[in-house]
């Protein structure tokens, strides 16, 4: 205050001043780390805001001094208040968030207000603080609230900071006015805005702590509601009002851990960051003290939970007097399932004032409802939310939840235990996964919420084939089903394999539930496999008889297989955002196909008599028969087995055309799903220019095929697309990869002797290459520069990769003895850099 004073009796600059502030703020905001160690949660968020005021205190006191010099009024006859809005007002300020602030004037001829609230504003500006602000005179308030909800949610929650006492007296009186009027038509809004947020940011592992369901968005939901009602000023004011002391006590807990994080976010990126990315975890573990990553992630995923729990309960209890539609009491009465409990257009209802009934009651209605999908309103899950639950559990509640699984839409179900946390007592295998997070960057929900998507998938199938696969299951089947994709991945959270525990976990759970025993073991042997198809079709050669062979002798027989290729379809959706795709629904089914012919037969199926096989197939189209006769005989002298196998009769034929048209060479560029290039080629083709020119694209996989004539086949399937402006660029690039002169100057890569395993025996005509190495951006363009340079004709490669892992299998044509000089392709394999310029 000393040097403010100086400047100002020197008649210093406003940069001057500015500057001051400027370095004052910075020195605070270097303390806060310090600060953080020693008050977290919402005393930190209090410490901080008291500071707020005070910095801002002075800057107002410092522009007084400034405009009035030593004839300094009393400050409560300047008719001015400034006002703090949003988290600011609530005491939930956080590091980097904006400081949200009103300034309210009463007009008065003797004081220069617009003067001093502008010099403010730039004083504040100029030091740094980021700022929110709105300007309004007293009397416009009203009128400015009516404008816009957001502006109406600010001011109902407005706090005093500094100014006129006078002036705020006048403002709380119209702050009191806005929030009596229109209770109604706010209180919807705000309701119908937050179910539109908590669409858009569902539960996920890596939750937004601000936005999403559960997060402090969902609390801010809950005070605006009970201020709009009831005009308190802190929820505590309902306790035993509402809801009880535990409650409250148990949502402030959460609230706390939800401050703690977002704090932590805020101080660890040094910006505004609200989401719990899972490369923040490790240092937001250690600043909160705790010693296990996977604790802390569960912890906030369980506070959301209870704070979404907790909101969506209590907003209804108090807002249901404004949302009742009078016009749907009728409709009621004619809907009315048992006391208390009405159906409403796929809506279930329960009143607050009905006593809290059983858990066999409970699950009694949901039984008895007609077979379809419901949404249940809060006073339903508040019944399900407190029913008594007692152990161990009644048989009849076990065949109560073995017919509910046996609905078609047991989905919406699920969702109702989950939120009213019931879903681990119900179901006791779900205790050791409740909330638990799985850091594989692959899943996107934890475990319990993973499961619950999964079953969604399974009664939403969305591929016709697999639809009519698992509509031809008997209900009994189903029923297991149904059982092996809810509890597929309850053995995590363990130290033994997760399929192995899983499979010992649902044979108690199918018992309980009186499934017949033969649907008992194959529930096992589902839960135990239940990873193992996609592992085959992603990563393995499925073209392989021994592949086949391989996979099947774990499987069984054909049902198993039918079975566990509807639950690798549901598992696989369940883990959220784009993971199912066209291209591994591809991979899916073939190997579906494939594995199907292998149970089919009981001698084993060779490579010649499979290509018989689907060259009859062929000759039978009538597509076939329209080709002339020359056309016809090269297509079915194509000598790649492989080249058949991959592909479907139409395929065949239409690539067979395609080549048959080739000069030099043709492309097509396909951008509907995910990108696809095919080319047909005479003229040689630079792939490893092409590859490392394209290398920012991650490759799906690669078919490499010699058709006849001197055409060759490549396609290249990719897992993202590209923009449609980005073609022409694209088919420059592949037009130049014809010039055999152009390379592409590589980035280091690094592939170890011991990550490449050649198998010359992988069948007569052809050999495999696997490589299992560090994912690097270049890399397949690197190998492909490799068997280029050894004259290795590729047939087909099979690309699989992870952020961090690859996993790609190459087959070769045993040709030029390739096989007799492995070492050749290690040496060369083994490179740690290509350049090329």
């Not at 809950?222 to 201020?227: C, N, P, V």
């Not at 994709?485 to 010992?504: I, M, N, P």
């Not at 060479?665 to 047909?680: A, H, K, R, V, W």
């Amino acid at each position: 205050m000393l040097q403010i004073e100086d400047i100002i009796e020197k008649n210093g600059s406003d940069f001057e001043l500015s500057k001051l502030f400027k370095a004052y703020i910075r020195e605070y905001k270097t303390s806060l780390p310090e600060l953080f160690t020693k008050n977290q949660g919402k005393d930190f968020l209090v410490h901080h805001t008291k500071q707020l005021d005070s910095i801002i205190s002075l800057m107002y006191k410092t522009i007084l001094r400034r405009v009035f010099g030593n004839y300094l009024p009393m400050r409560g006859s300047i008719p001015i208040a400034i006002v703090a809005l949003g988290s600011y007002a609530r005491e939930q300020l956080s590091v980097h968030s904006d400081v949200d602030m009103l300034i309210v004037y009463e007009k008065n001829e003797g004081y220069n207000t617009g003067l001093i609230i502008e010099k403010l504003f730039y004083l504040i500006l100029d030091s740094g603080l980021k700022l929110g602000h709105r300007v309004h005179e007293v009397g416009d308030l009203f009128r400015a609230s009516n404008e816009d909800i957001t502006i109406k949610t600010s001011l109902i929650e407005s706090r005093f900071v500094t100014g006129s006492n006078f002036t705020w007296h006048a403002t709380a009186k119209e702050l009191n006015r806005i929030r009596l009027y229109n209770q109604r038509e706010f209180i919807l809004s705000k309701i119908e805005e937050a179910q539109t947020r908590r669409k858009k940011y569902p539960n996920s592992m890596q939750p937004n702590i601000k936005e999403s369901v559960g997060g402090l968005r969902d609390s801010n939901l809950i005070f605006w509601i009970a201020k709009t009602i009831y005009g308190i000023t802190t929820l505590k004011d309902l306790t035993n009002k509402l809801y009880t002391e535990e409650e409250y006590k148990e949502y402030r807990v959460a609230l706390e851990l939800l401050f703690r994080v977002r704090t932590a976010l805020h101080l660890i990126a040094n910006k505004q960051e609200d989401r719990l990315l899972l490369e923040h975890i490790p240092e937001v573990s250690r600043m909160l003290g705790f010693s296990n990553q996977q604790k802390l992630a569960s912890k906030v995923l369980e506070a959301q939970w209870r704070i979404s729990n907790f909101t969506q309960i209590f907003v209804k209890k108090m807002a249901r007097a404004y949302i009742v539609d009078f016009s749907y009491v009728s409709k009621f009465r004619h809907n009315r399932i048992s006391k208390g409990i009405y159906e409403l257009d796929g809506r279930v209802f329960a009143s607050y004032n009905l006593t809290i009934q059983p858990i066999n009651t409970l699950l009694e209605i949901l039984v008895a409802l007609p077979d379809k999908p419901y949404h249940f309103d809060a006073g339903f899950l508040n019944q399900f939310t407190y029913t008594k639950i007692s152990y161990p559990l009644k048989s009849k509640t076990y065949m109560l939840l073995k017919e509910l699984l046996k609905k078609r839409d047991m989905y919406c179900f699920l969702k109702l235990f989950y939120d009213a946390g019931v879903l681990d007592k119900l179901f006791l295998n779900f205790k050791k996964v409740l909330h638990l997070p799985q850091f594989d960057g692959y899943h996107v929900y934890p475990v319990d919420i993973h499961s619950i998507k999964s079953v969604e998938a399974l009664e939403n199938i969305k591929e016709p084939f697999i639809q009519n696969l698992y509509e031809s299951f008997t209900p009994d089947e189903k029923l297991l089903l149904k059982v092996v994709t809810l509890f597929h991945d309850t053995g995590k959270g363990r130290r033994q394999d997760h399929s192995e525990v899983g499979a010992k976990l649902v044979v108690a759970i199918a018992r309980k539930l009186k499934l017949k025993e033969e649907h008992i073991e194959r529930c096992a042997l589902l839960v135990r496999q239940h990873v193992t198809m996609s592992e085959t079709a992603f990563k393995e050669n499925i073209h392989n008889e021994k592949t086949l062979y391989k996979f099947m002798s774990s499987i069984g027989d054909a049902k198993n297989l039918d079975l566990l290729y509807v639950l690798t379809y549901a598992d696989i959706n369940g883990v959220g955002g784009e993971i199912y795709n066209s291209f591994n629904s591809k991979l899916l089914y073939d190997l579906y196909i494939s594995a199907l012919e292998v149970t089919q037969n009981f001698e084993r199926i060779t490579d010649a008599s499979k290509r018989a096989s689907i060259e009859k197939r062929v000759q039978r189209l009538p597509e076939f028969n329209e080709l002339p006769k020359l056309l016809q005989s090269k297509l079915l002298r194509i000598e790649s087995n492989l080249f058949f196998f991959k592909h479907t009769l139409s395929d065949i034929i239409s690539i067979a055309i395609k080549a048959n048209k080739t000069d030099k060479y043709d492309y097509t560029i396909e951008t509907s799903g995910s990108l696809s290039i095919e080319i047909y080629r005479k003229i040689p083709l630079n792939i490893g220019f092409l590859l490392a020119t394209l290398s920012r694209l991650d490759v799906a996989s690669m078919e490499i095929f010699t058709l006849f004539d001197g055409v060759k086949y490549f396609k290249i399937e990719f897992i993202e697309n590209i923009d449609s402006d980005e073609v022409v660029e694209l088919e420059d690039i592949i037009k130049k990869a014809f010039d055999m002169s152009l390379h592409v100057e590589m980035k280091s890569v690094n592939i170890n002797r011991d990550e490449i395993a050649i198998d010359c025996e992988h069948s007569l005509t052809h050999a495999e290459i696997s490589i299992k190495t560090q994912n690097q951006r270049g890399l397949l363009a690197y190998i492909m520069e490799c068997f280029e340079e050894l004259n290795i004709n590729i047939v087909t490669a099979k690309i699989h990769s992870t952020k961090h892992k690859v996993r790609d299998s190459f087959l070769m044509e045993k040709q030029n003895n390739i096989c007799d000089n492995v070492d050749k392709i290690y040496e060369l394999l083994t490179k740690k850099t290509i350049k090329r310029g």
